[in-house]
């Protein structure tokens, strides 16, 4: 492996998380046609095509400059002959034609409409599209059974599409954080993925939660959803385990995590013509037990790619496992302890990106 390559114009370390990635991205007409192309693979099952596409957008997003010729990219690592052909397409015509292609299919456009619904995911919306299901409209009119939360998913769907601010964000924080101090004194919460990134809105709002004594986090999920039940600010709120027998644990999996949908009161300047009074907000709760929080922070925190490229790094260049959960070393065969984030790239023998810098 080559784990930095020197070029003329650019010099751009091979794996996201050796890079300083902003929110400030200079090739985003090159990063949103290869991010297309990602998302229409990653629909497909198509995840080896999809994680080729989303490195080459992270490697743009972490240059200095605009791209404009494509003799600038000579020598760039994560660049495969699909990308680059992209890329070219781009610069040359203003547009990729596979990507215009993509986006007036008929497949991805119902793809897009059915998976922007919470609780469906590829393998469903590709099964219902195989059916002749194509929008919500022929979705209603199927029969088909939907479960409780898909149902939540199809009655909120256009508040569910609709990002969520930072404002909200802050918002739902303090809910959270009512919930999480009502039912367990002492419990601290902290703020995740995009939004510690920097990131101004988001798809959904993420948290961790734990507690400063070992054990006593034990139990803490259903409690908080009972609370935030009872107070209701929570709407069709539910828990879901991803280990079941037809998805096997990944490294993700083993918090108790808990996908739920808030229902926020908007502030009256937000009041619309509709006259409704609150909307409802996608909120990821996870709970830790303190001795991981340092490995769940960073697992949590994202971007999805840096984490991928985290744990890539830790395997194939450190000999060592990561995980949301824990860092292994293969080599003196036990675990490495760490209470903060820094710890862990001083392990992994990273330099220390911080958040707003993890946007790959
Ligand atoms: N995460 C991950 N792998 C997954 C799911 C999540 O690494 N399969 C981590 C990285 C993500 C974080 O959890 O950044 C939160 O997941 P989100 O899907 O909410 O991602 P973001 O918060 O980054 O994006 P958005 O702003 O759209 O919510
Ligand atoms: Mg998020």
Same mark, same amino acid.
Request: charged share 25%.
């Given at each position: 492996?080559?784990?930095?390559?020197?070029?003329? $114009?650019?010099?751009?370390?091979?794996?996201?998380?050796?890079?300083?990635?902003?929110?400030?991205?200079?090739?985003?007409? $090159?990063?949103? /046609?290869?991010?297309?192309?990602?998302?229409?693979?990653?629909?497909?099952?198509?995840?080896?095509?999809?994680?080729?596409?989303?490195?080459? /957008? +992270?490697?743009?997003? +972490?240059?200095?400059?605009?791209?404009?010729?494509?003799?600038?990219?000579?020598? &760039?690592?994560? &660049?495969?002959?699909?990308?680059?052909?992209?890329?070219?397409?781009?610069?040359?015509?203003? #547009?990729?034609?596979?990507?215009?292609?993509?986006?007036?299919?008929?497949?991805?456009?119902?793809?897009?409409?059915?998976?922007? =619904?919470?609780?469906?995911?590829?393998?469903?919306? *590709?099964?219902?599209?195989?059916?002749?299901?194509?929008?919500?409209?022929?979705?209603?009119?199927?029969?088909?059974?939907?479960?409780?939360?898909?149902?939540?998913?199809?009655?909120?769907?256009?508040?569910?599409?609709?990002?969520?601010?930072?404002?909200?964000?802050?918002?739902?924080?303090?809910?959270?954080?009512?919930?999480?101090?009502?039912?367990?004194?002492?419990?601290?919460?902290?703020?995740?993925?995009?939004?510690?990134?920097?990131?101004?809105?988001?798809?959904?709002?993420?948290?961790? =939660?734990?507690?400063?004594?070992?054990?006593?986090? #034990?139990?803490?999920?259903?409690? #908080? #959803?009972?609370?935030?039940?009872?107070?209701?600010?929570?709407?069709?709120?539910?828990?879901?385990?991803? *280990?079941?027998?037809?998805?096997? +644990?990944?490294?993700? *999996?083993?918090?108790?995590?808990?996908?739920?949908?808030?229902?926020?009161?908007?502030?009256?300047?937000?009041?619309?013509?509709?006259?409704?009074?609150?909307?409802?907000?996608?909120?990821?709760?996870?709970?830790?037990?303190?001795?991981?929080?340092?490995?769940?922070?960073?697992?949590?925190?994202?971007?999805?790619?840096?984490?991928?490229?985290?744990?890539?790094?830790?395997?194939?260049?450190?000999?060592?496992? $990561?995980?949301?959960?824990?860092?292994?070393?293969?080599?003196?065969?036990?675990? &490495?302890?760490?209470?903060?984030?820094?710890?862990?790239?001083?392990?992994?023998?990273?330099?220390?990106?911080?958040?707003?810098?993890?946007?790959?």
């Amino acid at each position: 492996s080559r784990p930095f390559t020197e070029v003329a $114009l650019f010099s751009v370390s091979s794996y996201a998380c050796q890079r300083r990635t902003t929110l400030d991205n200079h090739n985003s007409n $090159l990063t949103d /046609a290869l991010s297309l192309l990602a998302e229409n693979a990653e629909l497909s099952n198509e995840d080896g095509r999809g994680v080729a596409f989303r490195r080459a /957008a +992270a490697l743009l997003k +972490a240059l200095p400059t605009q791209v404009i010729s494509m003799s600038q990219l000579r020598g &760039l690592p994560c &660049l495969g002959e699909h990308s680059l052909r992209v890329i070219k397409d781009v610069l040359e015509n203003g #547009v990729s034609s596979e990507v215009e292609s993509t986006k007036q299919s008929k497949r991805y456009k119902a793809l897009k409409i059915l998976t922007g =619904i919470f609780g469906v995911g590829a393998k469903t919306a *590709d099964r219902w599209i195989r059916e002749g299901i194509y929008n919500l409209e022929q979705l209603r009119d199927s029969g088909q059974t939907l479960n409780r939360a898909q149902k939540a998913g199809l009655e909120h769907y256009d508040d569910l599409n609709e990002p969520v601010t930072k404002a909200e964000a802050d918002a739902i924080g303090e809910i959270v954080q009512k919930a999480v101090n009502s039912v367990l004194p002492g419990s601290e919460v902290a703020l995740t993925g995009g939004f510690r990134r920097g990131k101004l809105t988001g798809h959904d709002v993420d948290f961790l =939660i734990t507690h400063p004594e070992e054990g006593k986090e #034990v139990g803490l999920m259903p409690k #908080v #959803v009972a609370w935030l039940e009872s107070q209701k600010t929570t709407r069709n709120s539910y828990l879901e385990s991803k *280990d079941g027998p037809a998805r096997p +644990a990944s490294n993700m *999996d083993r918090f108790e995590r808990c996908f739920s949908i808030f229902k926020l009161t908007k502030r009256k300047e937000q009041e619309t013509a509709s006259h409704k009074i609150w909307r409802a907000v996608r909120v990821d709760l996870v709970v830790s037990p303190i001795s991981q929080f340092a490995f769940a922070v960073l697992g949590w925190t994202g971007s999805k790619l840096f984490e991928r490229e985290l744990r890539r790094w830790a395997g194939h260049e450190k000999n060592m496992s $990561l995980s949301s959960h824990a860092l292994f070393d293969n080599t003196q065969n036990k675990y &490495l302890r760490a209470t903060s984030e820094e710890e862990i790239f001083a392990y992994l023998g990273l330099e220390y990106i911080p958040p707003s810098e993890r946007n790959a």
